[in-house]
Structures are given as structure tokens and as C-alpha cells.
């Protein structure tokens, strides 16, 4: 395919941005939203990534699905995604669940979620048509992962990340032959296959597929009359499809962009866990995913914010941030952060000090207050001389506290302590 044709297939293609779930195992982060409207990275929102890949892949033709608590998600989509050109079809369009079909149900599954949505689909009269999910942290050029579909006469194509073969057994894996022909789906398998020709790793599904789009339409409309079916694209959909159809595997090193680390970074920032240390991996000296490549920007909506500000430098106290990212309009008054990210308009007060930390916009730390591996949920107010972080069995009395020690703090908790005992 040369260029012409790849630039006329994109245009061709439709993005549906899968972004109702509710990603409960971020507890509290996301009781009031969903998981992808979730901060990340000191400035953006989970979503603004399969977002910021459609466009720096030439995909600007885009639709987010919505449904669990979708009104900051939708806020934030309004505000900072409305900068396309609807002139040159060009659109970020948000379809939120609104019972669609004559059964009046809520999406029943991921493949649902598109069933549900056919009117609109038709309309839009896509070739091709591109699903992702909303809530996962990674760079990926579409566009290479398309052209490989269409060279291949596929009517699917699964992308697919490299996982060590023994853990592979925590996700949806895919056997395929030498020509990456799919052969098997396997969910969870407890003896995953082996990629041909490497025994010791085994192809994860990513949740990334690409659809001839009236092979879809057709394909939904006959697993929405199963009854047996739990329409779903990786438990029923594609499974149903082997043996009898072409579909690939697309292997996610051929269109990931690469950091300045050689491995290809994704991840499911699903847990309080996995949220914690992806974030803080981005305040390494070279981290695994690299935000500052002009190259592939990250778009999201920007408040207008002034610069940091660090103030104080005395014996006493130094207002300062080592290892650490922090965001405008934040004022280090005094404190110290170390090895921590803050987001947005945080204010870290005299003779306190954060550690390890993910601060979210709008917290206040306050004087003599120190807080150790902590999230700190939108919005906290730490009390003056409180400590979080070093006692792991008084954390657990009043806070969340994770697998690995993390302890999840929200404004909603902070509310329900007793007074912190006046300092001497």
C-alpha cells in the first residue's frame, strides 16, 4: 500500500473509544467517575491517551462511548477536545448510553456498547472501524497497525503485546501460527501458548481491534440474536470468528512509539497499586514512557495555571522538589517533596514534607504535616502536624491502604478523622 492509499484508509476509518467502565479497583479515585477520566501524568486524563494516538495516527474521526458517571469525562472532553475541524470531518463526538435498542438496557458488554450505537455508526459510513479502550496508558500508531490489516485482506485485526509465558495466565491470550493468523483465543489460560518460535512469551490481548466495518455491522447484528451470547469482542465475538474467517494479530513492538527506553510500554493503571507506580515512574531520570517527545504529543485541557513556585531558603526551611514532577500553579511554601508527582494548583506549606507521593490537583498540605506513599485524592486538605504513610496499622483505621503499602487518601476521609493533636 503506498501513501496515498493509507492516507485515504485513514479517513476511511472510524474510532470508538470505549470509556463507560467503572474501574472499581481504583476504589475511591473513582467513586464519582469513570476510570478514564481519571488524572494521570500531572496534567492529563487517562482518556486524552487512545485520544492523542487517534490524532497523531491521522484518525480524527472519533467517538467516545460513555456510561458509568461520565459527567467529568464529558466536561473534560467539552473543554479540551473540541478543537478539531468539523469543516474537514474531523470530530471527537460523545455517545453516551442512552438505551438504544427496543430491549431499553444498558450496554451489556464491549461489543454491545458498538451494537447499541449502529444507527450512528451507519451515518458516519466508515470503511474501517477502529475500538479502543478508554483506560490504558501508552503511545501506539494506529496507522501502521491498520496498514497491516489491510494488506492482509484480515476482516479483524487483534493488536497484541509481548508478555513473559508465566504471566501470561492474567490475561486474554491468542495462539497464532507463523503467518500470525489467530488460531485460538484462550481467557486466562492456566497453560497459556507460545508465540511461534519464542517458547518463553505468549501474546496478551489489548482490548485494540480493527473491523472492516459491514463485517462488523453484520457480526454484531447476528450476536445480539444469541442468546447464549455475553456480547463481548474477546469472550464471544473474535472466538467465534476462528477457523472460519482471517483475523491477525498485530504485534503492538511493530506500532508502539518507543520512549527512550527500547521496551514497548503499555499499561492497565487498573489498581491503586499500578496507578502509584506508573506514576511515579515518570519522575525517574529516564522514565519508561517519555511526555516530553514533541514528536507524539499527549493533548488534554489545560487550566490556565501560572508557573511553579518555590519560595523560602533558609536554615529552617527550604521550599524544595527533588526527583520529583510538579505542576503550574503549585507553590512549595517552605516544604519539601521528594521523589513525588503533584498535579495542578497544590500547595505544600512550611516544615512539611511529601514522599513517594501522587498528589492530585487542589490538595493542601499543611505545616508539619508529612505524608509517605500516599495518593492523595482531588481536593485534600492535610491537617497541620498529620502524618500518613509510616504507620501502616493507623493508616488502615482511617484511610485505604493497598497490596504494597499504598495508602489512598480522599476529602471524604480526611472529614471523618479525630483532631490531630496541637503541636508544641
Known amino acids: 500500500m503506498n501513501e496515498v492509499d493509507l492516507n485515504i484508509a485513514r479517513k476511511d476509518t472510524l474510532a470508538l473509544v470505549l470509556a463507560g467502565g467503572k474501574g472499581s479497583r481504583l476504589k475511591n479515585l473513582t467513586v464519582d467517575q469513570a476510570k478514564p477520566a481519571v488524572h494521570f501524568g500531572g496534567k492529563f486524563r487517562i482518556i486524552d491517551f487512545p485520544l492523542s494516538n487517534c490524532i497523531n495516527s491521522g484518525m480524527r474521526r472519533i467517538a467516545v462511548m ?12 467539552q473543554q479540551g477536545w473540541g478543537f478539531l475541524q468539523p469543516a474537514l470531518n474531523e470530530f471527537v463526538e460523545i455517545w453516551p448510553a442512552t438505551q438504544q435498542t427496543s430491549e431499553e438496557v444498558w450496554y451489556q458488554g464491549t461489543a454491545d456498547a458498538v451494537y447499541q450505537n449502529l444507527y450512528t455508526i451507519r451515518q458516519h459510513n466508515p470503511k474501517y472501524i477502529l475500538i479502543l479502550a478508554g483506560d490504558h496508558i501508552y503511545k501506539q500508531d494506529y496507522s501502521k497497525m491498520l496498514k497491516q490489516h489491510i494488506e492482509a485482506g484480515a476482516v479483524a485485526t487483534v493488536s497484541c503485546i509481548e508478555v513473559p509465558r508465566e504471566k501470561a495466565h492474567e490475561f486474554g491470550v491468542l495462539d497464532t501460527d507463523a503467518d500470525s493468523n489467530i488460531i485460538k483465543f ?22 485494540i481491534y480493527i473491523f472492516t466495518a459491514d463485517f462488523l455491522i453484520d457480526l454484531l447484528e447476528k450476536d445480539a440474536a444469541n ?22 494479530a498485530h504485534r503492538f ?28 515512574d515518570l519522575t525517574n531520570v529516564i522514565p519508561d514512557l517519555d511526555l516530553y517527545d514533541k514528536r507524539w504529543p499527549i493533548w488534554t485541557f489545560q487550566e490556565q495555571q501560572p508557573a511553579a513556585k518555590f519560595v523560602f531558603d533558609s536554615e529552617l526551611r527550604t521550599g524544595m522538589a527533588v526527583h520529583s514532577l510538579v505542576s503550574a500553579g503549585c507553590i512549595i511554601s517552605g516544604g519539601t517533596v521528594r521523589h513525588s508527582l503533584l498535579f495542578g494548583d497544590v500547595r505544600v506549606h512550611s516544615f512539611s514534607l511529601v514522599q513517594d507521593s501522587v498528589v ?29 504513610g509510616e504507620d501502616p496499622v493507623e493508616d488502615a483505621k482511617h484511610f485505604y491502604v493497598s497490596e504494597k ?10 472529614a471523618k478523622l479525630p483532631p490531630v493533636p496541637e503541636l508544641t
Open 360 to 388: 492530585l490537583p487542589r490538595c493542601v498540605i499543611n505545616r508539619h504535616a508529612r505524608v509517605k506513599k500516599c495518593v492523595l485524592a482531588e481536593g485534600c486538605v492535610i491537617p497541620r502536624g498529620l502524618v500518613i
Open 186 to 207: 484462550v481467557e486466562k489460560p492456566k497453560n497459556p501458548p507460545c508465540i511461534p518460535g519464542q517458547p518463553d512469551r505468549s501474546f496478551a490481548s489489548m482490548g
Open 66 to 77: 460513555t456510561q458509568y458517571k461520565a459527567h467529568t469525562l464529558i466536561k473534560h472532553l
Open 227 to 248: 442468546p447464549n451470547s455475553s456480547h463481548d469482542f474477546g469472550k464471544d465475538l473474535l472466538p467465534s470468528l476462528v477457523g472460519k474467517e482471517k483475523i491477525i
Open 253 to 280: 513492538q511493530d506500532s508502539c512509539v518507543y520512549n527512550k527506553t527500547d521496551d514497548a510500554y503499555w499499561r492497565d493503571v487498573g489498581t491503586i497499586d499500578a496507578y502509584w507506580e506508573s506514576n511515579l
Open 405 to 414: 503499602g499504598v495508602v489512598l487518601v480522599t476529602p471524604d476521609m480526611l
